[in-house]
């Protein structure tokens, strides 16, 4: 999952982003509206936090634009602006979730949780393929209840390969969902994440196989 945070406060969007990388989200930063729209723009990202309070305007004026996308992205507001006016205002623009500050990170996840669910990108929880299950909501990968220990960049492209297994997912699809705007991403940097994802996988006997369709990306499907 990739994540746009709309944020100007610098300490609350480092340690937020901080809190939400450990949960296998990659998360892109804006500061302003002007950066926002930019960053949207490149229509990369799964799911917008936006603040009300931005420098250079309201934040939910966002929710406009993000509905005529050419892809749905679910949009939370994220505001110290909570009283129940506040909260409808929101909504009624067009937010999938309003959460007044403070609040607990667990909470938050729970939300993103629901509004992917409710907008139709993961239909059940639990993906199973062979051995290997993934639950969508804890973000961990089981093999007959045992953990795989991935990075996070190894859970990212593990969840947009089985959001389509048996098809391919291009390269770039996975790049666009593992890297942020800030990453330096090496030639090989995708390659590698794929074979060390794919050897965890073949040692744990997950009974699943990643393919590399030559010159257009990689594909997931039960061993054979």
Known sequence: MRLLLVEDEPDMAEALGAALSRHAIAVDYAGTLAMAREALARNVHDIVLIDRQLPDGDGVSLIATL?????????????????????????????DDYLPKPFEVEELLARIAAVRRRGGELSEQ???????????????????????????????????????????????????????????????????????????????DAGVEIHNIRGVGYLIRPAA
């Open 126 to 204: 639990q993906t199973v393929l062979a051995e290997l299950c993934y639950d969508s909501q804890s973000r961990e990968a089981l093999v007959r209840g045992i953990r795989v220990e991935l990075t996070r960049r190894e859970l990212l492209i593990l969840e947009s390969l089985l959001r389509r297994p048996g098809r391919t997912v291009t390269k770039t699809f996975l790049e666009d969902a593992v890297y942020t705007f800030d990453d330096e991403i090496q030639s090989n940097s995708l390659e590698a994440n794929v074979s060390r994802l794919r050897k965890k996988l073949v040692d744990i």
């Open 67 to 95: 509905r005529v996308s050419p892809r749905p992205i679910a949009t939370i507001v994220i505001s110290a602006l909570g009283t129940s006016g506040d909260r409808i205002k929101g909504l009624n623009l067009g937010a």
